[in-house]
Nanobody, 129 residues
């Protein structure tokens, strides 16, 4: 099963983008049974968790994106999306969709990549001033 991201691109600061993540075999990979996460990695920086949505639809956001990003799931289309508003230059990165059997503990300080076994190849988001 492969996860495929789309929706990346170039945008000016303050703009918006909507990323989508679709499984190559949607019928065999129902998102509702997985914790879905969005991660990003900027050049020279470590990968960081951006948002996650558990099987129970519990949502978590990284502090830098709270109030600007929204993760959602369309069960009918088996698609997970990340709506990104008011983008800043600091949001420039490769964005990855990932899936795990369970979301990382909410007691952790950040959304860790541990446990995410399925990953997409990423979609580039570039924000310019």
């Amino acid at each position: 099963v492969q996860l495929v991201e789309s929706g990346g691109g170039s945008v000016q600061a303050g703009g918006s983008l909507r990323l989508s993540c679709v499984a190559s075999a949607a019928s065999a990979f129902p998102y509702s049974k997985y914790c879905m996460g969005w991660f990003r990695q900027a050049p020279g920086k470590e990968r960081e968790g951006v948002a996650s949505m558990g099987r129970d639809a519990r949502i978590r956001y990284a502090d830098p994106v709270k109030g600007r990003f929204t993760i959602s799931r369309d069960k009918a289309k088996n698609t997970v999306t990340l709506q990104m508003n008011n983008l800043g230059i600091e949001d420039t990165a490769m964005y990855y969709c990932a899936a795990a059997s369970f979301c990382p503990s909410y007691e952790l300080a950040a959304i860790t990549a541990r446990g995410f076994d399925y990953w997409g190849r990423g979609t580039q988001v570039t924000v310019s001033s």
